[in-house]
Structure formats: structure tokens, C-alpha cells
T-cell receptor, first 113, second 116 residues
Framework: QQQVKQSPQSLIVQKGGIPIINCAYENTAFDYFPWYQQFPGKGPALLIAIRPDVSEKKEGRFTISFNKSAKQFSLHIMDSQPGDSATYFCAASKEQAGTALIFGKGTTLSVSS | GAVVSQHPSWVICKSGTSVKIECRSLDFQATTMFWYRQFPKQSLMLMATSNEGSKATYEQGVEKDKFLINHASLTLSTLTVTSAHPEDSSFYIC????????????FGPGTRLTVT
């Protein structure tokens, strides 16, 4: 019940494409869903986060879609660039409880020029 | 804003020695910090939750006597790897919980530990 399942494990797109990364969770108590971007040898950086009261959130080229009934959320990267090549992690937690994030296994994205 | 630093960024130590890693929230106070461990090409594995002024809560399978965590102030948490062994070599990452920013968790840049 604590797992967050992320797919695909890796993804290759051409510059300008729209990679989509999907995550699913079981614990209905989760109410905070962030996405992190990590470059090799660096710590994860918060990209965008969503809470269950909205179905979509957009920040720049990054969009989260959230489906509460299906317990799924996804990250879309519009007009992807080679600089977006990184590992992306979805996560979930119970916000008010101040508990740690439960991470998905990560998706390695390669954007070819 | 929301910057978390870690020191050192990388460290090499000999087997049997101890290493201390510092995690600081530079522009916000963090009553809660978390310590993660990450192996190459894998996800982050939570080791422990550190609350200011109280004992850390360790995840199952993490040896609390080996990984000593201290959270003495609202901006500093430390992880000490005691009697390090080569299998402790890993990437250690801390994060700080910023409740003043709507519960955002910010990560440090990580510390690469190599035990020879």
C-alpha cells in the first residue's frame, strides 16, 4: 500500500516531442504528489507538485495530470529539449502528517537532438 | 530560496573509520529532515526521519547504531556513518521539509561516500 509504481523505466524522444511518465499509487491517504528531476551526481530538484483538489497543474513546459478515481498521475513535458535528459521521479506522501516521500523507481529520459 | 546544502560533497575514508555528513537548510527552518540513500541507477531509499530536538526514526533494516543522526537545530541535521565498511559506499542525500512553503520538500546536492 505504500508503493508508488512508475513507468516506463526509460524513455527516448526526439527534441520537441512530449514524453509522458506515469505513476500509480495505492494508499488513498496520500494527498501530495510531487515530481523531481535528477541529474547524475546531483540531488533531486522539485519540478512541480499537485494535490488532489485539482486534476491538472501546469508550470512552464511541465504539466501534471491527476486522476483521483484511478489513483494515477502523470508528468508531461512539452517541447522537450536535450537539456531535459535526466531521471524523473514521482513521489507521494500524506502532507499534513509531515511524513517522508515515497518515491517511484524513476524514469530515465533521453531527448535526442 | 529553499536551498539545502550538504557537506562534504564527496568523501573517501578507510574501512573502520567514521564519517560525518552535514545537511543545512540555508534560507528556511526545517523541523523535519530526512536522510536517503541512493545506489547507482536506483531510486531514493529512506533511511530515517530526523526531527529537531528529538531522536530520529529509522526505517526497518537501517542500523541506528551505525547511522547516527542528530538534528540539534532548525537548520542543521548530521548523519554519522560509524565504523564504515565498503558496503556503506553510496550516495547519501538529505532533504528538509519546509512547512512554511505549503509542505515542499527540498533536497540537498548529495554526498558521495566511498569506503576503501
Amino acid at each position: 500500500q505504500q508503493q508508488v509504481k512508475q513507468s516506463p523505466q526509460s524513455l527516448i524522444v526526439q527534441k520537441g516531442g512530449i514524453p509522458i511518465i506515469n505513476c500509480a499509487y495505492e494508499n488513498t491517504a496520500f494527498d501530495y504528489f510531487p515530481w523531481y528531476q535528477q541529474f547524475p551526481g546531483k540531488g533531486p530538484a522539485l519540478l512541480i507538485a499537485i494535490r488532489p483538489d485539482v486534476s491538472e497543474k501546469k508550470e512552464g513546459r511541465f504539466t501534471i495530470s491527476f486522476n483521483k478515481s484511478a489513483k494515477q498521475f502523470s508528468l508531461h513535458i512539452m517541447d522537450s529539449q536535450p537539456g531535459d535528459s535526466a531521471t524523473y521521479f514521482c513521489a507521494a506522501s500524506k502532507e499534513q502528517a509531515g511524513t517522508a516521500l515515497i518515491f517511484g523507481k524513476g524514469t530515465t529520459l533521453s531527448v535526442s537532438s | 530560496g529553499a536551498v539545502v546544502s550538504q557537506h562534504p560533497s564527496w568523501v573517501i575514508c578507510k574501512s573502520g573509520t567514521s564519517v560525518k555528513i552535514e545537511c543545512r537548510s540555508l534560507d528556511f527552518q526545517a523541523t523535519t529532515m530526512f536522510w536517503y540513500r541512493q545506489f547507482p541507477k536506483q531510486s531514493l531509499m529512506l533511511m530515517a526521519t530526523s526531527n529537531e530536538g528529538s531522536k530520529a526514526t529509522y526505517e526497518q533494516g537501517v542500523e541506528k547504531d551505525k547511522f547516527l543522526i542528530n538534528h540539534a537545530s532548525l537548520t542543521l541535521s548530521t548523519l554519522t556513518v560509524t565504523s564504515a565498511h565498503p558496503e556503506d559506499s553510496s550516495f547519501y542525500i538529505c532533504s528538509a521539509l519546509s512547512t512554511g512553503r505549503g509542505y515542499e520538500q527540498y533536497f540537498g546536492p548529495g554526498t558521495r561516500l566511498t569506503v576503501t
